[in-house]
């Protein structure tokens, strides 16, 4: 597990929305695809920001544009006006060879707390889910039961092979709280990646 980590914990990005005076109104998760630096996340995260800044695994800040967007799929693709020198992209995985059962491995930020792992199992296969105040459904999901909190949204769903093979998305909670209650899910990575058009490997 912790090769897992090593392989994918640089690619992955912290991201903050702000106000124009700079205060935070959102924060999430993201993570690098390409050699570019273009970063994928959750577009719940991104989408009333004035500003968005992302922060690399090396502590490098940069501001950060959404180039494209997945409404129905709660993706944004966000590109850096700068990039650190050391920039690692992540592998692409094939989530359609996902087995219910098979490792779910989480990297994000939770409540700031950058670059944490949480595992678990993969849990169900084509969910759809009613996104939480947004009022529509996100079909095609990954279910897994890793841990995920708020701020981990838009952070990458890996396999045991450290190959990004989702974008999380959010979380259902009975209890209305937005806090983890055993159920996450991830939007699939060739859906994601639809977003800069990249083609699944």
């Known amino acids: 597990m912790s090769q897992v980590y090593a392989k994918v914990a640089p690619s992955v990005v912290q991201v903050k929305a702000l106000r ?23 577009l719940h995260v991104v989408q009333n920001a004035q500003r968005l800044t992302v922060v690399f695994a090396d502590g490098t800040e940069s501001s950060a544009v959404v180039i494209a967007q997945v409404v129905e799929s709660d993706i944004a693709a966000l590109r850096p006006a700068n990039t650190p020198a050391q920039l690692q992209a992540a592998t692409l995985g094939n989530p359609s060879a996902l087995k219910i059962g098979d490792d779910a491995i989480v990297v994000g930020n939770p409540f700031s707390l950058t670059r944490s792992l949480s595992t678990g199992v993969i849990s169900g296969l084509d969910r759809s889910v009613q996104a939480p105040n947004q009022g529509r459904t996100l079909t095609g999901l990954i279910q897994f039961d890793a841990a995920v909190n708020p701020g981990s949204s838009g952070g990458p769903l890996v396999n045991r092979d450290g190959e990004v093979v989702g974008i999380v998305t959010g979380l259902v909670n009975p209890t209305g709280q937005p806090a983890f209650s055993g159920v996450g899910f991830a939007v699939t990575i060739d859906t994601a990646a639809s977003a800069l058009g990249v083609p699944p490997d």
């Open 20 to 42: 124009p005076d700079g205060t935070l109104t959102d924060s999430g998760s993201g993570v690098v695809i390409d050699d570019a630096g273009d970063i994928l996340t959750a």
